[in-house]
């Protein structure tokens, strides 16, 4: 499992901080993060996928989903490995601006060159799941090789955040799909080649290639549906 389903439902009115809902949503976000810290709910930690481009570089009993006994383990403790991966992270994403993304492979690379050439595949495994954790990177699955996010509020505000905006939704082709081209013009910031494929991995987009011609396809922006019903 990659997310929990709670049993009580929520609902909340975000302008109103100190209503009673706010403060149930609170304390049941306070709840998983202890049960996260304790190891008493080892679903939660189940949250990366390997893919062919990872299981080549690994062992073959090696595996980024994480699997923990519940009630035994809490979080992976902090190692020197750890603290020197997180110093060089924030530098490491600003050399790559305004696109902080890199493949699995570039990640590995780097660590070995600028943190400890020495480090292993355990090691590895260790660092990656412990940044996800602590919400230092975000690990996207894709078809050909895993990308790492190293600045996870830039894709949570900067990216899907403009994107599913009213502001965009508005001039959204009502179609809801965009050929590569149409959809650079419609957000120029980045290549479109790159900053699709990270969307792709998240499930925004959908890419679909008929007739030779590659298209990519926004569930969220398609109004012809609506308006014929």
């Not at 090789?145 to 508005?170: A, Y």
């Amino acid at each position: 499992h990659v997310f929990n389903l709670e049993e009580t439902l929520v609902m909340v009115d975000c302008h109103a901080a100190g209503s009673a809902d706010i403060k149930a949503l609170k304390s049941v976000i306070q709840q998983r993060k202890q049960q996260l810290i304790e190891g008493t709910d080892a679903n939660i930690c189940n949250i990366m996928a390997e893919t062919e481009v990872v299981a080549h570089s690994l062992p073959s009993s090696y595996s980024l989903v994480t699997q923990r006994e519940s009630y035994n383990q809490g979080l992976p403790r902090v190692t020197q490995f750890l603290e020197r991966v997180m110093a060089v992270l924030p530098d490491w994403a600003l050399s790559l601006h305004p696109f902080p993304v890199v493949t699995w492979t570039a990640f590995i690379e780097y660590l070995h060159l600028v943190v400890n050439p020495l480090a292993g595949d355990e090691h590895l495994k260790e660092v990656i799941q412990q940044l996800q954790l602590m919400g230092e990177v975000v690990y996207l699955k894709c078809e050909q090789e895993d990308l790492i996010i190293l600045h996870p509020k830039w894709l949570c505000s900067t990216v899907c955040g403009f994107l599913l905006s009213q502001e965009f939704r508005n001039n959204a082709l009502i179609s809801g799909t965009y050929t590569r081209e149409e959809f650079q013009l419609a957000f120029p910031e980045y290549e479109a080649r790159d900053i699709l494929r990270v969307l792709s991995a998240l499930g925004i987009c959908i890419q679909c290639t008929e007739a030779g011609q590659t298209e990519y396809e926004f569930p969220c922006y398609n109004g012809l549906e609506q308006e014929e019903g």
